[in-house]
């Protein structure tokens, strides 16, 4: 065997091992008549429940924030519902590592964001970044992936990773929102602060459910004085 075989052949095994451990099927029909970096057929994705919010004015996506934080646009991609496919997307990159969920949903982002237009007008990219402990056993942040898919797909604007999440904060879930709210101002902390002032920025999120995650996170930029913040999250919560 000369050494092109021996190189094919052990490409041949490890993308048999990789779909060992991520079975190359689409993760709602089970059919395997998938790209290489798809997670669902193009039936499947065809009907995902999608919101179609950029063509709404005044969306309930952007009634979340009125009165709350400065956020001139917001759109949200998919509904989130429970044991929907759209959970079952987003559990696939968040706990079980597969970024080709992340991949579907950044390139979801990318089409709407580019289709409705009015995003053109950006100047960086902000992942909402996860707490130093969930990376280390994530391993990779997925909003990071998201924006990541988002540029490979057309939206070609650079990332801004200034933003970090100091704190971890899972005890919050079972408080309302209002506490939450003031809560959450703290947990986020703001590096190269000058590289974002006067510039459009695009938060980018998994899911969108009471915004007030997003709300701390705008609170922390502000501090940069940027010109916009716009927000576009994968799915929001119904
Ligand atoms: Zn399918």
Known sequence: ????????????????LLHLFYPHICLQCGTDELGEYQVLCDNCESQLPYT?????????VEKIFWGRVQI????????????????????????KQNKKAGYL???????????????????????????????????F?????????I?????????????????????QTHKDRMQRGAQSENLFSLAHVKVITNKRLLLIDDVLTTG???????????EANP????????????
């Open 105 to 139: 949903l950044g390139r979801l982002i990318a089409y709407e964001l580019i289709n409705a237009g009015k995003y053109n007008a950006v100047d960086y990219l902000v992942p909402i970044p996860i707490s130093k402990r969930k990376l280390r056993t994530r391993g």
């Open 72 to 95: 001139s646009s917001v759109v949200s991609v998919l509904f989130f519902t429970k044991e929907s496919i759209v959970q079952k997307i987003i559990f696939e990159l968040k706990y």
């Open 141 to 149: 942040n997925q909003s990071q992936i998201i924006c990541e898919a």
């Open 1 to 16: 065997m000369n050494k092109i075989q021996s190189y094919l052949k052990i490409g041949v095994f490890l993308k048999a």
């Open 212 to 222: 007030s995650t997003i709300e701390a996170a705008c609170i922390c930029l502000l």
């Open 151 to 171: 540029i490979a797909n057309g939206f070609n604007v650079p990332i801004f990773n200034g933003l970090t999440k100091s704190k971890h904060s899972d005890t």
């Open 52 to 60: 179609h919010f950029t063509q709404i004015q005044h969306s309930p």
């Open 227 to 238: 010109l916009t913040i716009q927000l576009a999250t994968a799915a929001y919560t119904l």
